[in-house]
């Protein structure tokens, strides 16, 4: 099995229902492919499961209405993003608390 996978990207939307009013998050994983003939073309996750695009087909899963307004989060990517920067400097304990 070839494996196309180029890039994987984590990116949030928030969600709210211009129907009843019902408002919610959801991180994507996104991950970006080429086909044989080198097309690109990407596949969204929530969690373990493929899904739509979540800028092509949505649904208020409260009142299954279909005036939904999307928005970019960006906040718990920007949270990653940062994570993976600095991945040591969370492991690391402070001197002063091991010190004899
Ligand atoms: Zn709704």
Redesign the pocket.
């Known amino acids: 099995m070839r494996d196309t996978r180029r890039d994987t990207v984590f990116e949030s939307y928030a969600f709210a ?1 211009l ?4 408002g919610w998050e959801q991180t994507y994983r996104i991950e970006h492919h080429l086909d044989p003939q080198g097309q690109p073309y990407v596949l969204y996750f929530a969690g373990e499961e493929r899904v739509p695009s979540p800028l092509a087909r949505l649904r ?1 899963p ?2 299954e ?1 279909r005036r939904v307004r999307i928005m970019r989060a960006g906040l718990v990517a920007a949270v990653d993003r940062a994570r993976e920067a600095a991945p040591a400097a969370a492991a690391q304990q402070p001197g002063p608390a091991t010190t004899p």
């Open positions: 229902c129907n009843c009013g019902y208020c409260a009142c209405g």
